[in-house]
């Protein structure tokens, strides 16, 4: 069974920093990318950021470039986003999903994680 695990939520004060992990098995890890999807109270939910596990390249929403890094340890199946800067506005649910190609739209992704709380108080 496919499985993606997300973690890493909690409370943080704005100018924090959070770091998330999604940890993933049931599938070929190195041929698929993971993307990294938030939603915030009353919101749609956004692709935030986005890594192609076999050759690494990534991607970013505007919003979050120069302050979320994301990275992956292909050897344990695991990818993270490093939050940085946090601004009230990045409080949302955030999410793990795994697809065969790569980008900031949800249809790319066939498979989703639960979501883990971000929560960044002014």
């Known amino acids: 069974d496919v499985q993606l695990q997300a973690s890493g939520g909690g409370l943080v004060q704005a100018g924090g920093s959070l770091g998330l992990s999604c940890a993933a098995s049931?599938?070929?890890?190195?041929?698929?990318?993971i993307g990294w999807f938030r939603q915030a109270p009353g919101k749609e939910r956004e692709g935030v950021s986005c890594?192609?596990?076999?050759?690494?390249?990534?991607y970013y929403t505007d919003s979050v470039k120069g302050r979320f890094t994301i990275s992956s340890d292909n050897a344990e199946g695991t990818v993270y986003l490093q939050m940085g800067s946090l601004k009230p506005e990045d409080t949302a649910v955030y999410f793990c999903?795994?697809?065969?190609?790569?980008?900031?739209?949800?249809?790319?992704?066939?498979?989703w994680g639960q979501g883990t709380l971000v929560t960044v108080s002014s």
């Open positions: 049931g599938f070929p890890f190195k041929d698929y990318a």
């Open positions: 890594i192609m596990l076999y050759d690494g390249t990534t």
């Open positions: 999903a795994a697809g065969r190609f790569v980008g900031l739209l949800e249809n790319v992704y066939e498979y």
